[in-house]
């Protein structure tokens, strides 16, 4: 029996698979019509934990043109929710016979990788907090592979809210991962998370480079600029001079544009306290710009002003359109009907389950906090030596400063070549010496004084 596929993060399509769903879209796109025979009797549930309209429509529609069923909880406030069930309750019922696929939405980060361990059916993320959306980032990809025929070596500005937009992270990191290069220019103060910088720069070879946002108009005007390019050295060439002087960018392919995402501020916290950037026509005048397609994901509030609507380049309504024929041929995937899969998986991150003794992923909007029948704490190993370790549902990295050996009952430090001799279910994560020495653990032979001494506290 083939192994039971789930869409949680965007990582989990190879760049052939998501080339392989481009190419069935677009096929389907010719006659939305003519797939009702595709999905006959298969049944999508769509169980949405945050408000939605495109994406639950999009899903809906999807299913109902391949020739399948919808049940849908639009408002979970009004289901078992209310009454207390938990979610991983809830994936496991409506798993069991109700439906053959569920599409999740959720406001915890990792809520949709909690539903694909409970769930006997594949599950699709609509969304998980500030973490990721990844069909919004394949719908994304499609319409810049439309517009411009590829991906590789595209500069796409992403503009507005970069800091809490869950689908900017999930769109930067597949943009990395296809080649092209990402021009941030974030509304002050709402610039990308510094752990989304990181893994752009450790995982897809993603380096920042100061630039200069001069070309660029009224776009950049109230915002620093920063290019995020793969470290290629004739990209490198194109944007900074011998003594690393920043350079003008010259030409933009598409400007991203995010509303701010107020509902997952601070309390109090909030960008309306300041003008809030705007796309027109008087931002889209600048040369550099001339061919850039503005791309959104919906819904807006005033970050593209009424007055572009009519520009050719606005292609924000079209994007929404393209979201059915892509969702058809996910649907159409994960339901075992049209091959685009890879033959061979890929090599997953080690991932082990913590004890109640151990760490905690710090993020408290983690589903990992959020939900503690079930979620229990759970890891994924990013790197051996140095140790880098980071939350298995959120994905937030966790700072550990010492690691517990369960066989010896020994400590040792993060960067400890010793470490690899302890195997990954042995471990046991502490913010600090003190902490695992609380728990019974002592120091191993042959540290240095250096590795005896407290590490600093987990912020």
């Not at 070879?205 to 660029?216: D, H």
């Not at 728990?439 to 240095?448: E, I």
């Amino acid at each position: 029996m083939a192994e039971l596929r789930h869409l949680v993060s965007i990582d989990d399509l190879s760049l052939a698979e998501m080339e392989a769903i481009f190419l069935k879209a677009r096929e389907i796109s010719e006659d939305l019509t003519g797939w009702s025979h595709l999905c006959q009797g298969a049944i999508t549930a769509t169980l949405f934990y945050e408000p939605s309209t495109r994406t639950r429509l999009s899903f809906e529609s999807a299913t109902q043109r391949l020739g399948g069923g919808v049940i849908t909880a639009a408002d979970m406030r009004n289901s078992s929710a209310s009454k207390g069930e938990s979610l991983a309750d809830t994936v496991r019922v409506v798993s069991s016979s109700y439906a053959d696929l569920l599409v999740l939405r959720h406001p915890s980060e990792g809520a949709a990788r909690l539903a694909a361990d409970y769930a006997g059916v594949p599950v699709i993320n609509a969304g998980d907090g500030s973490h990721e959306h990844p069909t919004q980032t394949l719908c994304d990809l499609y319409s810049l592979w439309v517009e411009h025929g590829h991906l590789e070596g595209l500069d796409v500005v992403l503009a507005g809210d970069l800091r809490y937009s869950r689908t900017i992270h999930s769109f930067a990191y597949a943009l990395a991962r296809f080649g092209a290069n990402l021009v941030c220019i974030p509304q002050h103060g709402f610039e990308l998370p510094p752990y989304v910088v990181k893994r752009l720069r450790e995982e897809f070879g993603v380096e920042p480079i100061r630039a200069s946002g001069r070309r660029l108009g009224d776009l950049a005007k109230s915002s620093d600029v920063v290019y995020l390019t793969p470290q290629k050295p004739h990209q490198l060439s194109l944007f900074t001079d011998a003594k690393g002087k920043a350079q003008d960018i010259q030409h933009v392919h598409a400007v991203y544009m995010t509303r701010p995402q107020t509902e997952r501020y601070a309390s109090g916290g909030s960008a309306e306290s300041e003008e809030y950037m705007q796309l027109g026509k008087n931002t889209m005048a600048a040369e550099s710009l001339k061919d850039a397609v503005v791309m959104h994901p919906l819904p807006r509030r005033d970050e593209i002003s009424a007055d572009f609507d009519s520009d050719p380049r606005g292609i924000y309504f079209k994007q929404a359109a393209r979201g059915v024929p892509v969702r058809m041929a996910l649907l159409a995937a994960f339901l075992g009907k049209i091959d685009v899969f890879d033959a061979e998986p890929k090599l997953a991150l080690e991932v082990r389950r913590g004890e109640k003794d151990e760490l905690r992923c710090p993020k408290e909007s983690c589903i990992s906090r959020t939900e503690l029948r079930h979620a229990d704490t759970k890891y994924k190993l990013i790197s051996r030596v140095p140790l880098q370790v980071a939350c298995a549902y959120c994905s937030h990295e966790i700072q550990v400063g010492a690691v517990g050996c369960r066989t010896t009952q020994e400590w040792h430090a993060p960067n400890s070549p010793q470490l690899k001799k302890v195997r990954p279910e042995e471990m046991a994560f502490f913010a600090d010496v003190k902490e695992a020495e609380d728990r019974g653990f002592q120091a191993a032979p042959g540290l240095s004084e250096a590795e005896r001494e407290p590490a600093p506290p987990v912020l």
